[in-house]
């Protein structure tokens, strides 16, 4: 399950930096494009803006195959405050541009599922698809426009995965 959600990780970051190279957030000092994975980020209690944050919140697996097919829940939220020198009266028409932004780096909803943890990284033998995105109502808390998107992702696990 580790190894499709560091692939889909890498394929969304990977497409953003294509995509908006200028989309990044500073974290320890160092420029990274803007798409984190919470449980791998240190504890924050607010959540960064004009960044994609994905939050497994569900797994569920279907034994009855000949490899194990996983769907994991993955929530991607983000928010905007807008600009300063809008005094933030943009942050809809950010909101909307980071909605876009996520629809094109969900395209092609597949990839080639990759063994992260060693190096080099290594191509394993099975994809990793994804569904089309269910976009919530965007909220307003405090002076920020935020949304959430849920995408469940699938994948089968390789021999010696679990």
């Keep these: 399950m580790k190894k499709a959600r560091d692939s889909f990780y890498v394929a969304l970051r990977d497409r953003l930096q294509v995509l908006n190279p200028s989309r990044q957030v500073l974290i320890r000092g160092v420029w990274r494009p803007g798409v984190l994975v919470e449980e791998n980020e240190s504890f924050a209690a607010i959540v960064p803006d004009n960044v994609f944050v994905l939050r497994w919140t569900k797994t569920v697996a279907d034994a009855q195959h000949a490899l194990v097919r996983t769907q994991q829940t993955c929530e991607i939220q983000y ?27 969900l395209e092609p909803q597949q990839i080639q599922k990759t063994d992260y943890s060693v190096t080099p990284p290594v191509a394993m033998g099975t994809r990793v698809c994804w569904t089309e995105p269910v976009f919530a109502q965007a909220v307003r808390k405090r002076d920020r426009l935020v949304r959430k998107a849920e995408i469940t992702v699938v994948s089968y696990e390789e021999a010696g995965e679990l």
């Design 79 to 105: 928010q905007t405050a807008g600009t300063t020198s809008a005094g933030g009266l943009d942050r809809g028409t950010l909101l909307t541009a980071m909605d876009g932004e996520l629809l094109s780096i």
